[in-house]
């Protein structure tokens, strides 16, 4: 039986905390990189150099350290700057296998994330995660 079998409350309130913490990685594609451009009005290859870093053989947005704190490049006054045409990684937050492992590996995330598991929230459906998962 899948733990998440009876479906999940999630809604996103754009409080900013998953995009700053501890350091970490917001992998992003070239087409990516060609829309999020696109999206804020400079060349890809500006966008590249402003606000990429390569990190082995891969891209991820840039970091700014801040106090011990690492944010994300795109994150001003706890808001994203490009919401609209953020990376899939952030769009599918938390719909990510690693979180919906176990309950717990679910409950750790939800403990830095106000969003999740608020009766106020959305419900979804084991389908709807299901289709979330594949996406
Ligand atoms: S921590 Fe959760 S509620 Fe806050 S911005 Fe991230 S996904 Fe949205
Ligand atoms: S792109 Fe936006 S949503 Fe994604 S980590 Fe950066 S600030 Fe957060």
């Not at 409350?9 to 905390?17: A, I, L, P, Y």
């Not at 176990?102 to 459906?125: I, L, N, R, T, Y």
Request: charged content about 30%; aromatic content about 10%; hydrophobic content about 30%.
């Amino acid at each position: 039986m899948i733990w998440y079998e009876k479906g999940l409350n999630f809604k996103c309130t754009g409080c900013g905390k998953c995009c700053t913490g501890a350091p970490g990685h917001v992998w992003i594609s070239e087409d990516e990189i060609r829309d999020m451009a696109q999206a804020i009005g400079i060349a890809p290859e500006d966008f590249v150099r402003r606000y990429v870093r390569l990190v082995g053989d891969r891209l991820a947005l840039r970091e700014i350290e801040r106090e011990g704190e690492y944010d994300c490049i795109f994150l001003r006054e706890n808001k994203c700057r490009i919401y609209e045409n953020r990376p899939k990684q952030c769009r599918t937050f938390p719909w990510w296998s690693r979180n919906l492992e176990s309950e717990q590996s679910w409950k750790e995330m939800a403990s830095s994330c106000e969003g999740v598991d608020s009766p106020d929230s959305p419900h979804f459906s084991l389908e709807a995660i299901e289709k979330l998962l594949s996406s």
